[in-house]
């Protein structure tokens, strides 16, 4: 069955980097266009970056210039480097994988999701 599993979570101060990665099985993973969401305490999941099967980048207005998704489909897996971290970036990242031909932004659009790794940015 398919499976992602996220890691590279923890605990960092404001202004500091953490590197997300996204381990897929399970599925062909070049064909997939890819995703990481977040979701923190009492809000909705929201989209962060996403990137196409040909490595096309998409990001939310809150993190670009500061995050950088990118894949490695030899290894199956995705990152979400994280730079200039701030306290409102402190939520459960998700990374998630649909088919078809775009990147979508919404949790609907989405086939697959991982169990989320937590980040944390201390002020």
């Known amino acids: 069955q398919v499976q992602l599993v996220e890691s590279g979570g923890g605990l960092v101060q404001a202004g500091g980097s953490l590197r997300l990665s996204c381990a897929a099985s399970?599925?062909?993973?070049?064909?997939?266009?890819m995703a990481w969401f977040r979701q923190a305490p009492g809000k909705e999941r929201e989209f962060v970056a996403g990137?196409?099967?040909?490595?096309?980048?998409y990001y939310a207005d809150s993190v670009k210039g500061r995050f950088t998704i990118s894949r490695d489909n030899a290894k199956n897996t995705m990152y979400l480097q994280m730079n200039s971290l701030k306290p409102e970036d402190t939520a459960v990242y998700y990374c998630?994988?649909?088919?078809?031909?775009?990147?979508?932004?919404?949790?609907?659009?989405?086939?697959?999701w991982g169990q989320g790794t937590q980040v944390t940015v201390s002020s």
């Open positions: 998630a994988a649909r088919r078809g031909i775009v990147v979508g932004t919404t949790v609907d659009e989405y086939d697959y």
């Open positions: 399970g599925l062909t993973f070049s064909s997939y266009n």
């Open positions: 990137i196409t099967r040909s490595h096309s980048t």
